[in-house]
Nanobody, 124 residues
Framework: QVQLVESGGGLVQAGGSLRLSCAASGRTFSNYAMGWFRHTPGKEREFVTAISGDGTNTAHADSVKGRFTISRDYAKNTVYLQMNSLKPEDTAIYYC?????????????????WGQGTQVTVSS
């Protein structure tokens, strides 16, 4: 079992930055690919970005390329999502997810563990 706890969400103006954190516990952190997804009412959960277990491979949605960066700290068992140049359309609940795999999946159904989510609101 893996437990995931997100933090760092909040309200920010368009053009601003936020850093989300996802603390993982329960298993060997490096065995798990980690992903970030987001959800807004009326839409399906959307892939944002993901990172492999060893940190060497990442994947990003086209909508966030060049603005969002995923990273992981093995000493802290934490994965981060650095979000820059935020836009109102980035407003969503952001979820951290984990799956025991090296290559980072981009489909939500591939992930086995999910955090509770953290709200990000970008005002125009």
């Amino acid at each position: 079992q893996v437990q995931l706890v997100e933090s760092g969400g909040g309200l920010v103006q368009a053009g601003g930055s936020l850093r989300l954190s996802c603390a993982a516990s329960g298993r060997t952190f490096s065995n798990y690919a980690m992903g970030w997804f987001r959800h807004t009412p009326g839409k399906e959960r959307e892939f944002v970005t993901a990172i492999s277990g060893d940190g060497t491979n990442t994947a990003h949605a086209d909508s966030v390329k060049g603005r969002f960066t995923i990273s992981r700290d093995y000493a802290k068992n934490t994965v981060y999502l650095q979000m820059n140049s935020l836009k109102p359309e980035d407003t969503a609940i952001y979820y951290c997810a984990a799956v025991e795999a090296q290559f980072p999946p981009t489909f939500a159904r591939r992930y086995d563990y999910w955090g509770q989510g953290t709200q990000v609101t970008v005002s125009s």
